[in-house]
């Protein structure tokens, strides 16, 4: 389990999925939103590279968070090394747990029925929504914390950590 903690922190890299595309996909792209054949390739790389970026910025919210968290005493549970729980603390005497998602659309079926079934109560916070412009960091549910989180400063945190993987290849 510790192993699975250290690695969990380890660097990240954004990574293509190695899948092929879909054919089915291409075809709606050409035939309904009027793509050109020729530009097959790059209509495939933006894909495949939207999808390796969508896949990693949750881990990149998880990374931000502790960046802001840690130093107040909440501890990352990287690697999965708690089940639904992305952050604790104990505070107070209190333990507080967290599980923290990117969009309001992204908690899956077994970690709301963790969550729900918990014996301690498992707080749920997503950063944006899925149906609207905006961002949800106002509802950060921990007021001790939420008023130096913003979504400035996720965007420059990512921006830095790109710049450092980059410089690190």
């Not at 309904?32 to 933006?46: A, L, P, Q, S």
């Not at 969508?54 to 998880?62: A, F, K, P």
């Not at 840690?70 to 990352?76: F, K, L």
């Not at 990117?102 to 963790?114: G, H, L, W």
Request: proline share 4%.
């Amino acid at each position: 389990m510790y192993q699975s903690f250290l690695k969990g922190r380890d660097p990240k890299h954004p990574s293509k999925p190695s899948t092929v595309t879909d054919e089915a996909y291409l075809l709606v792209m050409y035939e309904y939103f009027g793509f050109d054949e020729k530009d097959r390739d790059h209509i495939v790389d933006v894909h495949t590279s939207a999808m390796g970026a969508e896949n990693i910025v949750g881990d990149l919210l998880e990374r931000y968070l502790a960046s802001v968290l840690e130093p107040h005493g909440w501890v990352w549970c990287s690697g999965s090394v708690v089940r639904a729980v992305d952050f604790a603390r104990k505070h107070n005497g209190t333990w507080q747990l967290l599980q923290v998602k990117n969009r309001d659309n992204s908690e899956n079926s077994s970690s709301a029925a963790i969550r729900e079934k918990a014996a301690l109560p498992i707080k749920h916070w997503y950063r944006t929504f899925s149906k609207k412009h905006g961002t949800n960091w106002e509802n950060f549910p921990f007021p001790d914390q939420k008023y130096q989180l913003s979504e400035e400063s996720f965007r420059q945190f990512v921006k830095d950590y790109m710049d450092e993987l980059k410089q690190a290849r």
